[in-house]
């Protein structure tokens, strides 16, 4: 289990009977988890009058957001040097995956060690904290969503974090279909990173069912690795799927001398020193 523990913005204040309590800045939110099976009393009583706002979820699916006090309609927190957009959204989130803090910490030391020009391809980019991180540490980003709220909440990031001027290329695109056109075109990126969805639509209503799909993709998506790629990262979020399934179509379709490793990532709960586990990776890398 790979673990964040160097945020300043964000912490995990307690976790109980399927919910936590988050700080986000200085916003305190209450959202549903189901890894969260145990009991540590009712967080709502515990932490009555510090809770800005509580996710809701519906018997017949989706959800509502509850707020209990003053929320202001969108906010930033920062990440190092890194200043990220926050708002309520649908079905609970945020905007933002703190946890994946522990990859965008690899990506900016990678990038910033290989000693050359690092062009990085980011697919299901959603909001862009990976884009933003790549960028900090100098590398031009591809960034491709088939969402073009997300392209634009992506933009957002990188603006209020500075790199407005920096080598980027945003395209609401089916991730697919520009990974085809990419091959024909000989685009080739020192590294990819991809957090797919388990279903999904691309742009112009195409399907994407990751247990169908992820195989192929990443044997794409190897055709556009340079002579000399320096990473290759997935990210997943989809129940059931272990991360030696990661490992296992990494080992298939990246013939590239290098390592692999996969596992799980989480974040601390402050109230009892507990991790939460919150996703998986696989990756493969070059051999330093």
């Not at 540590?40 to 209990?68: F, M, P, Q």
């Not at 013939?255 to 009892?272: A, D, H, R, T, V």
């Not at 919150?278 to 051999?287: A, D, F, L, M, P």
């Amino acid at each position: 289990m790979r673990v964040v523990n160097t945020w300043k913005d964000y912490e995990i204040i307690d976790a109980s009977l399927g919910q936590k309590l988050e700080r986000w800045g200085n916003i305190y939110l209450l959202r549903p988890d189901p890894q969260i099976v145990w009991d540590n009393g009712n967080l709502l009583d515990k932490y009555k009058g510090k809770i800005h706002a509580v996710y809701h979820r519906s018997n017949t699916g989706g959800g509502h957001w509850e707020n209990l006090k003053n929320t202001p309609s969108r906010w930033t927190i920062n990440y190092n040097d890194l200043v990220l957009h926050i708002k309520q959204m649908g079905f609970k989130h945020t905007g933002l995956f703190p946890e994946q803090a522990i990859n965008w910490d690899y990506m900016i030391n990678k990038i910033k060690n290989s000693g050359r020009d690092i062009k990085v391809l980011n697919l299901f980019a959603y909001t862009g904290g990976a884009t933003v991180a790549c960028l900090s540490a100098g590398a031009s980003v591809v960034h491709v969503d088939s969402s073009r709220g997300m392209i634009d909440w992506c933009k957002e990031n990188v603006n209020s974090s500075g790199y407005q001027d920096a080598n980027i290329r945003y395209l609401v695109d089916d991730v697919v279909k520009f990974v085809k056109r990419e091959i024909r075109r000989g685009n080739k990126y020192d590294a990819i990173v991809m957090d797919p969805p388990s279903y999904g639509r691309g742009a112009n209503g195409e399907v994407w069912n990751i247990e169908k799909d992820l195989d192929n993709l990443i044997k794409l998506c190897s055709q556009l690795l340079s002579d000399k790629p320096l990473f290759f990262l997935i990210n997943s979020y989809t129940a059931g799927l272990s991360s030696t399934v990661l490992e296992n179509l990494l080992k298939l379709n990246i013939k590239y001398e290098g390592k692999i490793s996969c596992g799980e990532i989480g974040l601390p709960i402050k109230e009892n020193n507990l991790v939460l586990p919150c996703g998986i990776y696989g990756r493969w890398e070059e051999n330093e």
